[in-house]
């Protein structure tokens, strides 16, 4: 059996301060706890579980807290999607620059091609 601890309405139950020392304590039922705490820790927990994502909107506490990106603060998941947009752009971009490096070649066949193709007909007289 394990070793039970009587709630005592004078201690905070979070940061374990006297009533005396941080004011009044307050039955705190809601965010899954069920604790006697200060105003001080309460207003901490409001704090936490009132953030929201200003992308998205949804609640930070559900999406693994927020981050700092270009003056906003925004949920890891949404951060997550920027991310792979810059890359997978990044991507993008080098598949152009690839592609007309390695197909230089076949382009100025095709131009030089197109070219004796119209000289040939302005020889002829068409």
Not at 42 to 65: F, M, Q, T, V
Not at 85 to 105: D, H, L, M, P, T
Request: charged share 35%; glycine share 6%.
């Amino acid at each position: 059996m394990g070793i039970e601890f009587k709630k005592e309405g004078n201690v905070c139950e979070r940061c374990h301060k006297l009533d005396t020392d941080v004011g009044k304590m307050t039955h705190y039922k809601n965010h899954e706890l069920d604790k006697l705490l200060c105003q001080d820790c309460i207003k901490e927990i409001e704090d936490y579980y009132s953030l929201k994502c200003s992308k998205c909107g949804k609640p930070a506490h559900l999406r693994g807290n927020l981050i700092e990106y270009e003056h906003e603060k925004i949920c890891t998941i949404c951060m997550d999607e920027i991310k792979m947009k810059k890359i997978i752009k990044e991507e993008q971009k080098e598949v152009r620059k690839n592609f007309i490096k390695s197909n230089w070649a076949k382009w100025i066949t095709f131009g030089l091609t197109i070219t004796g193709i119209i000289v040939a007909l302005l020889a002829i007289g068409i």
